[in-house]
């Protein structure tokens, strides 16, 4: 019984990988053969989606331009340019590559044709707007039905009541919300597409800017254009952040009114109609609680921030309502920065090396040199489908700098295979069996690998985070891989290498499948203690001398020094009878 579990482990772990292997391209048919974009396309495909380096894509440039005919700031711009890329990269489009040229222009090259809602999305003058909060709900769009089981909120009945029965006194009033509203809110999807304007005397529905929440809005009562400054700055007293604003003589008349009217709201516990909302681009990036009423125009934003979340909603309600509006200079189909050759010539070099590797796996390891490439073909096979399936449900292209790191994971996982090798070949010296060596080095060797594998994954994350757009690729790619290298390692390799010890050929220790005990130098039979070795210039004699040699090199330093250790004991003994 012992012999055979390991073996039937062996087969449960590849069929599921086999199983893991069909769900994954069942996933990625789903997108070629049932889903659908907007414009009737499949929604996936066989093939990894490409970069604007590779591919190509749409540059579109835009020329900003102030009220007052001014050039705009460096500042500015570079505050657009962050807009610009939330909105672009919010609708799924990846790689893109947004810049400033000429103190005036701002370049958005994008991979691929650019239809129509994206073009609008992108020339789109960012909006801030004051609005009051007259209703909150959970971000879920299900509830649990009368059999128990989650059920979605219905699409709105067009028949539903869209106007107030009772005409609102105030922006903050409840009977700004119809029975059509309601439903609307329910229904409300935080994680769809949607372009998040109204018309500023309707409410609004819209949620938190990180889906915690959504809201029902009253009309707009201002826009970002009041704001004449924001800044981040501590409290006297409690040392908290706070985001403190500054208005101009129109927003601190209104906002005094508005002010007063919350506060009301507040004595009187009406909550959540004593909030008011910030909106920026139809999310809401903040709405807090109104604590007195400000008549000097000066409110301040207090919460859990840090120096850095204080700042950065500083910095978006400073410049979320840019004085800037953009018009189309040019729109225009680019072509590959690199092209077409520079990736035939990655993948020339991605080919050369797999045959280094081949090729040293097979005059290291024998026949153990096609379990290393048949572990790389599968790895190759997994990450492929994965690539696709990304493309298709996070809009991940793959650039250059992707293609390098996948070449690169190639030596990675080539490394863990080395690693336990070495270590069943070191078990093997030791005197154990071949199925023994298996076990006992997968032990080993695992702890190494995970060890290892982990530091590769935390260099991954941290280059993602804080390289540039164009190393990215790089490091997602480079995490993807150890990841399924680790995956591979333990779910393909391990269990054929249980499989292929219970063999004649690797059992049996055949010269060829590079597990052979004798040329490994196994005569070592325990602590310090050799086989007896005939010495010879030639022949068996020669090659068991230098299997012994083999085997004293590998030995421990403990080891080693015990040796030693006897050898000096021996010595000394041998003195003594001589003296006597």
């Known amino acids: ?59 579109i440039i835009l020329e900003a ?12 711009l570079n505050q657009a340019v962050s807009i610009i890329r939330q909105r672009v990269d919010a609708s799924g489009v990846a790689e893109a590559d947004i810049t400033t040229e000429g103190g005036r222009n701002i370049v958005v090259q994008i991979p691929g044709p650019a239809d129509q809602q994206t073009r609008d999305r992108i020339q ?38 869209a106007t107030p029965t009772v005409k609102p006194t105030d922006d903050s009033d409840p009977n700004w919300v119809t029975p059509k509203l309601q439903a609307e809110l329910l229904a409300f999807d935080c994680n769809a597409e949607r372009d998040g304007n109204a018309p500023e005397d309707e409410p609004l529905i819209a949620c938190e800017s990180d889906g915690s929440a959504k809201y029902i809005l009253g009309p707009m009562e201002l826009d970002g254009t009041v704001i004449n400054d924001a800044t981040a700055g501590r409290e006297q007293q409690s040392g908290r952040w706070t985001v403190n604003l500054e208005m101009d003589a129109k927003g601190t008349k209104v906002f005094g ?54 700042k950065a909603l500083a910095d978006q309600l400073k410049y979320g309502a840019l004085p800037l509006s953009f018009t189309v200079q040019s729109s225009d189909t680019v072509s590959a920065t690199l092209g077409s050759q520079q990736l035939q010539y990655g993948l020339i070099a991605g080919l050369i090396g797999l045959a280094l590797v081949a090729l040293y796996s097979l005059i290291t390891y024998r026949a153990l040199g096609w379990v290393i490439m048949a572990s790389i073909a599968v790895m190759g096979v997994l990450t492929y489908i994965i690539i696709a399936i990304l493309a298709w449900r996070m809009g991940f292209r793959l650039s250059l700098a992707g293609v390098a790191g996948l070449i690169v994971s190639i030596g990675f996982t080539a490394d863990s295979f080395i690693v336990y090798f070495e270590r069943i070949r070191d078990e093997l010296r030791d005197g154990k069996s071949i199925t023994a060596s ?21 260099a991954a994350v941290v280059l993602f985070i804080l390289a540039d757009a164009t190393v990215k690729g790089f490091a997602f790619t480079l995490g993807l891989t150890t990841l399924i290298d680790v995956f591979i390692f333990v779910i393909f390799t391990h269990p054929v290498m249980q499989l292929l010890a219970r063999t004649r050929f690797f059992g049996g220790g055949h010269k060829l499948s590079g597990l052979d ?12 203690q050799f086989r007896d070795v005939t010495v010879g210039s030639t022949g068996r004699a020669a090659r068991a001398k230098g299997a012994r040699g083999e085997a004293e090199k590998r030995q421990t330093i403990a080891e080693r020094k015990r040796a030693e250790s006897f050898a000096a004991y021996g010595s000394k003994d041998a003195g003594k009878d001589s003296d006597s």
């Open 65 to 76: 331009a102030t009220p007052d005919g001014s050039a705009p700031s460096q500042e500015q």
């Open 257 to 310: 009114e508005i002010s007063q009217r919350l506060n009301a709201n507040r004595l009187a516990n009406l909550s959540p109609r004593d909030q008011f909302a910030f909106v920026l681009d139809g999310k809401v990036i903040s709405a807090p609680v109104m604590q007195a009423a400000i008549l000097n125009g000066k409110p301040s934003i207090s919460g859990n921030f840090t120096q850095e979340s204080a």
């Open 517 to 528: 005990p004798h040329s490994l130098g196994a005569v070592y039979r325990g602590r310090a």
């Open 1 to 59: 019984m012992a012999s055979t579990s390991p073996t039937r482990h062996a087969w449960r772990v590849l069929l599921g990988l086999l199983i893991v292997t069909a769900v994954l391209f069942g996933i990625n048919s789903l997108g070629v053969y049932v889903f659908k974009t907007d414009a009737g396309k499949a929604a996936s495909a066989w093939a990894p989606e490409l970069a604007l380096d590779l591919q190509g894509g749409t540059q």
């Open 124 to 161: 789109a003058s960012a909006k801030l707007e004051f609005r009051a909060v007259i209703q909150t709900a959970a971000p879920a769009t299900e509830f649990a039905g009368e059999d128990g089981k989650s059920t979605p909120y219905p699409t709105p009945d067009a028949s539903l009541q």
């Open 438 to 458: 298996v076990e006992d080095g997968w032990g080993r060797a695992k702890r190494t690998i995970y060890i290892s594998k982990s530091i590769n994954v935390l």
